[in-house]
């Protein structure tokens, strides 16, 4: 059996390749859960082209790409997504925010001159694309249960939960609280989680200048943890100008407020099932095996 959990990229907004942000990681949101060998992609920002060359390197498939939203920070890694361009490989598209649109049309404007110099259409592997409605349920996989909630963003998004073999893994990023209140919406859908990713962009002391930008604080997380007895908070979508010496104040202080809170750094991986979640440093791919065409 395995449930795991791989962050390729946990920075938000934009991406931050400078040595300023080595610790944690400067590539924009991609998370990767692998349920019984079979593969969930969480959002296409940067991260998802290192994903793509792993795949390649060890020969997958097929695999589901579920977006919380469409914004670009979530969306620009997929044309650099090199597994979409194999004819064998089958991809599963799915979106809950976009209402009468379709994230087959978000996909296509980005990937359109003068925006970008290849189509979508050019992408050879079999995709699919499916759209729902945020605070739908569904299943994917066989005793895979998938609940999701809208989030409070601009243009909207989509929280997920994923329960497989009695553990439970959240993915809850680019959501705007309400000062003094938590999140009834959010809460339920974590209540009791094992762990939880949670945009944490900012701190309760800088937040008052990003109303309505549509992100949260590490501090917010702390709050909903606690009351919804998460075991593991992972903070998320590190903020560009939160560099390596930044995270560290601030995940110090999380891990002070709330035992269970871990700042989430890209190249980490959680194993579900295991005794407790653990923790270690995953393997990138061999770029010279993984980059041929």
């Known amino acids: 059996m395995s449930f795991t959990v791989r962050f390729w990229g946990v920075r938000g907004s934009i991406a931050c390749p400078t040595p300023r942000h080595m610790r944690y990681g400067g590539n924009t949101s991609c998370v990767e859960l692998e349920v019984e060998g079979r593969k ?38 997929f044309p650099f997504f090199k597994p979409a361009f194999d004819p064998e490989f089958k991809l599963k598209v799915y979106a809950g925010h976009l209402g009468e649109r379709s994230i087959y049309s978000v996909l296509c404007c980005q990937m359109m001159t003068p925006l970008f110099p290849i189509p979508l259409d050019t992408m050879r592997a079999q995709i699919s694309f499916t759209e729902f409605v945020a ?14 909630c809208r989030l409070n963003h601009p243009d909207q998004a989509t929280a997920y939960r994923f329960d497989y073999k009695g553990k439970s893994f959240c993915y809850v990023t680019d959501t705007e609280h309400v000062p003094g209140k938590l999140d009834e919406d959010v809460l339920k859908l974590i209540e009791g989680a094992d762990v939880v990713v949670y945009d944490a962009s900012y701190t309760d002391e800088t937040f008052p200048c990003y109303v309505t930008w549509g992100h949260s604080t590490w501090q917010e997380a702390v709050r909903l943890a606690k009351a919804a007895r998460v075991k593991t908070m992972m903070l998320f979508h590190h903020e560009p100008n939160h560099t390596d010496d930044i995270m560290d104040r601030i995940s110090q202080a999380a891990r002070e407020a709330y035992p269970g809170a871990i700042a989430a750094r890209e190249g980490m991986m959680l194993d579900l099932l295991a005794p407790g979640a653990v923790h270690e440093q995953i393997a990138y791919p061999d770029l010279e095996r993984a980059g041929a065409c």
Do not use: M, N
Not at 40 to 59: S, V
Not at 135 to 148: D, M, Q, V
């Open 40 to 77: 969930i992609i969480l959002d296409a920002g940067t991260g998802i082209r290192e994903l793509g060359l792993k795949y390649r390197q060890e020969q997958v498939k097929e695999a589901f790409l579920l977006f919380s939203h469409s914004h670009w920070d979530h969306v620009c890694g």
């Open 135 to 148: 605070g739908e349920s569904f299943e994917l996989i066989p005793g895979l249960k998938i609940r999701t």
